[in-house]
C-alpha cells in the first residue's frame, strides 16, 4: 500500500507514513519539527483552523514566534503571492507552512515558488495538500517540500479516516513524532505510525480508492473537476448581484469556488439551495471570507448543475424583487 500510494503521490515509498487524516499528519509534523523560542513560523489567516490552532498551541507553549499573512484571495498572480510569502521570511524564520489549495475559495498556491525561495533561505517547507492531492495532477517531490500531509477519504475518494504523511527523506531522523515508537530519532518513517489500533479495512481499502483513481486518471480527472466547475460558473457570472471569491482563471482554481450573492449571508444561500433543490454547499466565514463554497466532484451531472444554476438565478430574482 505504501508502494501504491508512493507511485501516485510522486515519491519514494520510505517517504511515506499511513495517517487518518490531514489534520494527524500535520499534528505530527507541526509539533515534531525541532524549533528554539523566538524561531519564526510563516503561515496564512487562511489556512485550515486545525493547523492554525495546533501552531498557536505551539506557540503558546514554546514561545516560537507566529507571523501571520493575510492574502486577499482570489489573487491570480503567482508572483505577488509568492511576494507576499518572501517579504515576511527573516534570518530567524525557519518554517513557511502553505496550504496548497484553500479550501475556503479553491485558490491554488504556487508552492513550488514559494518553496524554492524558502530553501534559498534554509527555511523548511511545510504542505497542507489535503485539497490538492487527488484533485491536482502534480508530484510532491516537484514540490521542493519537506513535509507533506493529506486525507484520502477527500478527493482520493478512500474511507473515511485515512490519510498519509509524506517527510522527505533527509528530514525523518530529525522530525519526532507525536506518537513515537521505541526510535525517536530513528530514519524509518514507520516510526511515524504508532497511532495505536486502527482500521485495516478501511487502510486496506485504500487501494481500492487508487484503483479507480488511476482507471480515470489524474489529468482526466482534473479536466473534469475544471469542465464542471466551468460549466456553471459560466452560466451565472452574468449576475450581477453574484461576486466571485474565486477566479475563474483556470490556473488559479480547479474544481472549488466560493461565491456571495449581494443581499444575502452565505448561510442563506446555503439553505436556500438545499430547502430547495437538496444541493449541499458550505458556507463560509473564516479570516477574511464571506461566501458560499460549491464543490462538485467527478460524479456530480450537468444536469444537478443546472439545478444550481437555477438556483442562483432565483436567488437574484427574489433580491431585485426584494429592492
Ligand atoms: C486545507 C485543509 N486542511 C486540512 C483539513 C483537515 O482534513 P481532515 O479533516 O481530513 O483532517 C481540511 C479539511 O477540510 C482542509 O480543507
Request: glycine share 4%; net charge neutral.
Amino acid at each position: 500500500m505504501r508502494q501504491r500510494i508512493s507511485d501516485v503521490a510522486g515519491c519514494l515509498p520510505e517517504e511515506i507514513a499511513i495517517h487518518r487524516n490531514t489534520t494527524e499528519a500535520l499534528a505530527s509534523i507541526v509539533f515534531g519539527i525541532e524549533l528554539q523560542p523566538g524561531d519564526e513560523v510563516v503561515l496564512t489567516h487562511q489556512d485550515y483552523p486545525n493547523m492554525v490552532h495546533a501552531w498557536k498551541q505551539r506557540e503558546l507553549r514554546q514561545k516560537i514566534k507566529l507571523v501571520w499573512l493575510n492574502l486577499d484571495l482570489p489573487i491570480d498572480d503567482d508572483d505577488a503571492i509568492t511576494k507576499t510569502f518572501t517579504q515576511a521570511f527573516t534570518s530567524k524564520t525557519k518554517v513557511v507552512h502553505i496550504t496548497h489549495v484553500m479550501n475556503w475559495t479553491g485558490q491554488i498556491l504556487p508552492v513550488r515558488k514559494i518553496a524554492d525561495e524558502a530553501k534559498k533561505r534554509g527555511i523548511q517547507v511545510v504542505v497542507d495538500g489535503a485539497h490538492s492531492f487527488a484533485q491536482l495532477d502534480f508530484r510532491i517531490d516537484e514540490l521542493n517540500c519537506d513535509y507533506f500531509g493529506t486525507s484520502l477519504h477527500k478527493w482520493m475518494g478512500a474511507p473515511f479516516g485515512t490519510g498519509f504523511m509524506y517527510v522527505r527523506k533527509e528530514k525523518i531522523s530529525t522530525l519526532f513524532s507525536l506518537m513515537p515508537n521505541d526510535k525517536p530519532n530513528g530514519d524509518d518513517i514507520r516510526k511515524f505510525e504508532a497511532l495505536g489500533t486502527r482500521n485495516f479495512a478501511a487502510e486496506q481499502a485504500i487501494m481500492t480508492a487508487i484503483d479507480f483513481h488511476e482507471a480515470i486518471g489524474i489529468k482526466r480527472k482534473q479536466a473534469r473537476l475544471l469542465y464542471l466547475k466551468n460549466y456553471w460558473t459560466q452560466k451565472v457570472k452574468h449576475l450581477p448581484q453574484l461576486k466571485f471569491n474565486t477566479t475563474l482563471n483556470d490556473k488559479y482554481s480547479n474544481a472549488i469556488t466560493n461565491v456571495i450573492m449581494d443581499g444575502m449571508t452565505a448561510q442563506e444561500m446555503e439553505a436556500f439551495l438545499y430547502d430547495k433543490y437538496k444541493i449541499h454547499t458550505s458556507s463560509v466565514n473564516w479570516a477574511n471570507i464571506h461566501g458560499l463554497r460549491i464543490t462538485p466532484s467527478v460524479y456530480t451531472s450537468l444536469n444537478e448543475l443546472d439545478k444550481l444554476v437555477h438556483g442562483f438565478e432565483l436567488m437574484a430574482e427574489k433580491i431585485n424583487v426584494k429592492k
